[in-house]
């Protein structure tokens, strides 16, 4: 972890921050990254007295950061638990009834094809084999995968919910499911180790999971490090007995790049919002012209996304005095003001994509093998044939009767949510540009029409020139071109060649959670600067009005850090750490009542919309 700039953690609700807010913040901020190596970054629990109800079918990204992020419980429905509980009976039939099953009467991976036992798994002599393999195999899981520890609880957090919602769907015995609901709602969050997954089957940070589950490791529990046995006697809870195939069913998912996913999702909104408001304080300050946003100019070309975008911004513009005749505004803006809305909307497209396909991935099975309760060779022609009848379980005392397919497959390759990952950042990237490109053009009196000097006397003591904030977005723009480099394709023939693919999805989403940070940083030099010439806007002509939305940003920035110099107590704070905590501390929907309106909907989508929490710390900041 690096301390490249300081990152502040909202956990608090939002409202618009006061010069004594940001400057609280902002040595608290100072206090997290004080010390050397990676500080523990435990959550802060508002959201303790909520409780999320899992379904499997309907868990959306706000509720994740909310368990993840503030602390909310968990419990499952009725229909949750019985659909997991049936899936461990089938499987528990299918040994009974000979059928071989991938990862359990079998191995996995190279040794797929070896017996692990034969007949019936509640037997005496096979019960007892297997609490005993399971019981060594979630022992060993506390000193798997590769470090760094992860430093953040809410990605731990993010991880087990995922993986308890998506875990309804598996053969998970029913102490196992208890057992993680039990450390999301004790606050008993595992030591996991960042590294040790290819992104494709995120084994090694489950498998630290199973470790704490039966006692052996580390864990935090409320924040503080001790043993996990401490822990759980502590909470008043049992070590983890495990049995059946509870090591699969539990490490046989991509739930720690997910988590991360879906806090990407969350925070990625947040920063494309003010990406878009801090745009229309740019129009303003540029005295722009906004034909290229009006509806004919969007009616020739229909493309969804640019076309709710330029709306949007005008909607934030409704009432400025670009909407007046001035005959010193020119025609046409500089590309980067006047295409701005483009790149924008492509970018909310990329980020739309990414989160329906999240919402797939946290709603379903991700596992090998498949359990399907229920499915019939005459379901379909592929079934009722001598290759597919051999997993067909017929049903029994195990399985209450209930009948089914068990199969092993490839669904633990993430490769839908992996690739929109990576094509959200190049488009996040491809913003970036516009934006740092529209803070250089305001040195151009050409563009602007004036230049500040006409109106203030000197530029020592002014905040947010457009010379600063131009040399700030370069810099960091260099950052965020690496960033938006793909990762590499690559296939390692591993485990005697069988898993030969690698997704790389924990790369994947640790750069683009990475990217979403340095945009926040960037759109932070933005808003400094395009305050800045709202300044020098009213300087110019004092009647001028920016409209309702842009002003009350204005208004309340410079509140957090006033134009004149000596007017802040707190001035000696570095101006941009002021804007970027500003950027963090008050949601879009603050200062803009639609912000939760989005393409062909009234409001929010399910799963992320304008009820964004704020950011949190990026994994490697």
């Given at each position: 972890?690096?301390?490249?700039?300081?990152?502040?953690?909202?956990?608090q609700p939002?409202?618009?921050?006061?010069?004594?807010?940001?400057?609280?913040?902002?040595?608290?901020?100072?206090?997290?990254?004080?010390?050397?190596?990676?500080?523990?970054?435990?959550?802060?629990?508002?959201?303790?007295?909520?409780?999320?109800?899992?379904?499997?079918?309907?868990?959306?990204?706000e509720?994740?950061?909310?368990?993840?992020?503030?602390?909310?419980?968990?419990?499952?429905?009725?229909?949750?638990?019985?659909?997991?509980?049936?899936?461990?009976?089938?499987?528990?039939?299918?040994?009974?009834?000979?059928?071989?099953?991938?990862?359990?009467?079998?191995?996995?991976?190279?040794?797929?094809?070896?017996?692990?036992?034969?007949?019936?798994?509640?037997?005496?002599?096979?019960?007892?084999?297997?609490?005993?393999?399971?019981?060594?195999?979630?022992?060993r899981?506390?000193?798997?995968?590769m470090?760094?520890?992860?430093?953040?609880?809410?990605?731990?957090r993010?991880?087990?919910?995922?993986?308890?919602?998506?875990?309804?769907?598996?053969?998970?015995?029913?102490?196992?499911?208890?057992?993680?609901?039990?450390?999301?709602?004790?606050r008993?969050?595992?030591?996991?180790?960042?590294?040790?997954?290819?992104?494709?089957?995120?084994?090694?940070?489950?498998?630290?999971v199973?470790?704490?589950?039966?006692?052996?490791?580390?864990?935090?529990?409320?924040?503080?490090?001790?043993?996990?046995?401490?822990?759980?006697?502590?909470?008043?809870?049992?070590?983890?007995?495990?049995?059946a195939?509870?090591?699969?069913?539990?490490?046989?998912?991509?739930?720690?790049?997910?988590?991360?996913?879906?806090?990407?999702?969350?925070?990625?909104?947040?920063a494309?919002?003010?990406?878009?408001?801090?745009?229309?304080?740019?129009?303003?300050?540029?005295?722009?012209?906004?034909?290229?946003?009006?509806?004919?100019?969007?009616?020739?070309?229909?493309?969804?996304?640019?076309?709710?975008?330029?709306?949007?911004?005008?909607?934030?513009?409704?009432?400025?005095?670009?909407?007046?005749?001035?005959?010193?505004?020119?025609?046409q803006?500089?590309?980067?003001l006047?295409?701005?809305?483009?790149?924008?909307?492509?970018?909310?497209?990329?980020?739309?994509?990414?989160?329906?396909?999240?919402?797939?991935?946290?709603?379903?099975?991700?596992?090998?093998?498949?359990?399907?309760?229920?499915?019939?060779?005459?379901?379909?022609?592929?079934?009722?044939?001598?290759?597919?009848?051999?997993?067909?379980?017929?049903?029994?005392?195990?399985?209450?009767?209930?009948?089914?397919?068990?199969?092993?497959?490839?669904?633990?390759?993430?490769?839908?949510?992996?690739?929109?990952?990576?094509?959200?950042?190049?488009?996040?990237?491809?913003?970036?540009?516009?934006?740092?490109?529209?803070?250089?053009?305001?040195?151009n009196?050409?563009?602007?029409?004036?230049?500040?000097?006409?109106?203030?006397?000197?530029?020592?003591?002014?905040?947010?020139?457009?010379?600063?904030?131009?040399?700030?977005?370069?810099?960091?723009?260099?950052e965020?071109?690496?960033?938006?480099?793909?990762?590499?394709?690559?296939?390692?023939?591993?485990?005697?060649?069988?898993?030969?693919?690698?997704?790389?999805?924990?790369?994947?989403?640790?750069?683009?959670?990475?990217?979403?940070?340095?945009?926040?940083?960037?759109?932070?030099?933005?808003?400094?600067?395009?305050?800045?010439?709202?300044?020098?806007?009213?300087?110019?002509?004092?009647?001028?009005?920016?409209?309702?939305?842009?002003?009350?940003?204005?208004?309340?920035?410079?509140?957090?850090?006033?134009?004149?110099?000596?007017?802040?107590?707190?001035?000696?704070?570095?101006?941009?750490?002021?804007?970027?905590?500003?950027?963090?501390?008050?949601a879009?929907?603050?200062?803009?009542?639609?912000?939760?309106?989005?393409?062909?909907?009234?409001?929010?989508?399910?799963?992320?919309?304008?009820?964004?929490?704020?950011?949190g710390?990026?994994?490697?900041?």
């Amino acid at each position: 972890m690096t301390n490249r700039a300081l990152r502040v953690k909202r956990t608090q609700p939002l409202r618009v921050a006061s010069c004594a807010t940001v400057a609280a913040l902002l040595m608290l901020s100072g206090a997290a990254w004080a010390g050397a190596g990676a500080p523990y970054h435990a959550i802060t629990p508002s959201l303790a007295q909520r409780t999320i109800v899992l379904t499997g079918h309907d868990l959306t990204v706000e509720q994740i950061v909310e368990v993840a992020r503030f602390g909310a419980k968990v419990a499952l429905t009725p229909e949750a638990r019985q659909r997991s509980a049936d899936a461990y009976g089938l499987l528990l039939e299918a040994a009974a009834e000979g059928v071989p099953v991938y990862w359990f009467n079998r191995g996995s991976g190279a040794g797929r094809q070896k017996v692990i036992f034969a007949g019936d798994a509640l037997a005496p002599e096979n019960k007892a084999a297997l609490e005993e393999r399971q019981l060594a195999i979630f022992r060993r899981g506390a000193r798997a995968g590769m470090g760094p520890e992860i430093s953040d609880e809410e990605i731990v957090r993010a991880m087990l919910v995922v993986r308890a919602n998506t875990m309804t769907y598996e053969a998970a015995s029913p102490p196992l499911m208890e057992m993680l609901l039990d450390l999301l709602n004790d606050r008993i969050t595992p030591v996991v180790q960042s590294r040790g997954t290819v992104g494709e089957g995120d084994l090694g940070p489950l498998t630290n999971v199973a470790g704490a589950m039966v006692g052996a490791g580390e864990v935090y529990y409320n924040g503080e490090r001790v043993a996990a046995a401490a822990a759980l006697a502590r909470a008043g809870l049992k070590p983890l007995a495990p049995f059946a195939a509870d090591d699969s069913a539990l490490e046989s998912s991509n739930a720690y790049s997910t988590g991360q996913a879906a806090l990407l999702v969350n925070d990625a909104r947040y920063a494309l919002a003010w990406s878009d408001l801090i745009y229309a304080i740019d129009l303003n300050g540029m005295n722009s012209s906004i034909t290229p946003l009006s509806a004919p100019v969007q009616a020739n070309r229909p493309f969804k996304w640019l076309n709710w975008n330029a709306a949007r911004i005008l909607d934030m513009l409704r009432g400025s005095y670009l909407f007046d005749e001035d005959p010193s505004r020119i025609i046409q803006d500089p590309e980067s003001l006047r295409a701005s809305s483009i790149r924008a909307g492509s970018a909310w497209q990329a980020w739309a994509l990414l989160r329906d396909e999240l919402l797939i991935q946290i709603n379903s099975s991700d596992h090998n093998p498949a359990v399907r309760v229920g499915a019939s060779p005459a379901d379909s022609w592929e079934l009722d044939t001598p290759q597919m009848r051999q997993f067909y379980v017929k049903g029994g005392p195990r399985s209450h009767g209930l009948h089914g397919f068990i199969l092993s497959n490839a669904n633990w390759d993430p490769y839908p949510l992996a690739n929109d990952i990576e094509a959200f950042t190049l488009a996040l990237a491809n913003l970036d540009v516009a934006v740092a490109q529209r803070i250089n053009r305001f040195s151009n009196t050409f563009f602007t029409g004036m230049a500040p000097k006409e109106y203030v006397d000197g530029e020592p003591g002014r905040f947010g020139t457009a010379q600063g904030s131009g040399l700030a977005a370069s810099a960091m723009m260099q950052e965020i071109q690496g960033l938006a480099v793909p990762v590499a394709p690559e296939g390692n023939a591993l485990i005697q060649t069988v898993e030969d693919l690698q997704s790389q999805t924990r790369l994947k989403v640790t750069r683009a959670r990475l990217a979403v940070d340095d945009t926040i940083e960037l759109l932070a030099e933005d808003l400094l600067s395009g305050c800045y010439w709202l300044d020098m806007r009213k300087e110019q002509q004092p009647a001028r009005s920016f409209g309702p939305v842009t002003s009350a940003v204005w208004v309340a920035f410079r509140d957090a850090l006033p134009f004149k110099e000596g007017a802040d107590p707190h001035s000696m704070h570095p101006i941009h750490e002021v804007a970027a905590t500003f950027i963090r501390a008050n949601a879009v929907a603050s200062f803009y009542a639609n912000d939760a309106s989005e393409p062909d909907s009234g409001g929010a989508r399910s799963g992320a919309g304008g009820k964004t929490a704020p950011p949190g710390r990026a994994a490697g900041k």
